[in-house]
């Protein structure tokens, strides 16, 4: 029954359906492997100076790996809930907070309970350890969760971690009443239609909202109308905004662009359409950077923090795992693009602000 799983508040219902910028909030390290609290609020800081709408943290970006060291989970997802609460104070705009939800379903339920104990909104529901799994388990799996928290669906890249999931999957997972929304990022076109098509099918389709998560094709999902004829009447989705790790630097420039898109949209705007047709590829330009698709994203992590530690906003680019560094001339690709797409870079913008959000 619907009366079994919690909902969203309104105002947090609505920011999400309207659509937003949610960058994948990155992990701060001191050379002694714990968090680094100060640099960690002022992350969250810029974000939401920046104009993102929400934050997202615990998730692979995040670094799933925090879910091996006692208490940082809980840690990270009460810091960035803290600067959220600050920002609160002197301003009435709401924010999404999503928690990513790993593990099966006893963790995960674990999971989801800390994210509402720290007024988290939404479950990022990651599915990696269901990799060899039936789709029948993992959608019982899925609706316990929901049980425990308002669900953000999760369609993750095999390279990083995740799995092949069939149409007729997500056709029967959108059918859970509190699934809010679905971040679609197996970076595959066809994949990404079978996730649209089987929302357009399902009675819920009107309540489900999409998100792109993928930073390969960032504008050009944010661009895009899908349409199908169910049942003789004619529904049309869109993205109504991104839960990225892209957008987890620059992230100014990830807003204006985010906006220009939405802008776009509309019939008034469309001439601008050539314009961000060439920015979409610059995008990707820089995403292969940052991410290191050239060496099936090795250097994905230490990538963002690369470009984060260069704006010091990150005193050092330290991963859990010790082995997680660049790939052998990832740090030239992104001098590149740095360079190429300077329209495309906030550094002036953190530079203004940075002493600021590193004040405690």
Known sequence: MAADFPMLPKDAATLLKQGTVIPAHPLALKPTGHVDSKRQRALS????????????????????????????????????????????QSSAVTRLMVAGICGQTSQAVTEARLARRHSYHLGLLSLTAYRNHSEDLILQHCQEVAREIPLFGFYLQPSVGGRILSFDFWR??????????????????????????????????????????????????????YEFQIGGSLRKLHFAGGLLGHWSCWTKCAVDLWQRCRQ??????????????????????????????????????????????????????LCLDSAEKLSPGQANEIARVRSAYPHLIDDSFVADNLQQWLSD
Not at 291 to 313: E, K, M, Y
């Open 45 to 88: 800081r810029y974000y939401l100076a920046a104009g993102a709408g929400g934050l997202a943290v615990g998730v692979h970006t995040t670094q799933f790996a925090i879910r091996q060291h006692d208490g940082m989970l809980a840690c990270v997802l009460e810091l960035a809930a803290d600067v959220v609460r600050e920002q609160a």
């Open 172 to 225: 029967r997972f959108a059918e859970i009443p509190n699934l809010m929304a679905i971040k679609i990022a197996p970076f595959n076109r066809y994949q990404t239609l079978d996730v649209m098509r089987a929302v357009a099918e399902s009675d819920r389709w009107d309540q489900i909202t999409l998100y792109t998560g993928n930073d390969d094709a960032i504008v050009f999902d944010l661009l895009s109308q």
């Open 264 to 317: 776009a949209a509309t019939l008034a705007e469309q001439s601008n359409w050539r314009d961000l047709m060439v920015l979409a590829h610059q995008v990707t330009d820089m995403n292969a950077a940052i991410f290191d698709s050239a060496n099936n994203f090795r250097g994905c992590i230490p990538g963002i923090l690369t470009v984060l530690q260069q704006q010091g906003l990150l005193a050092n680019t």
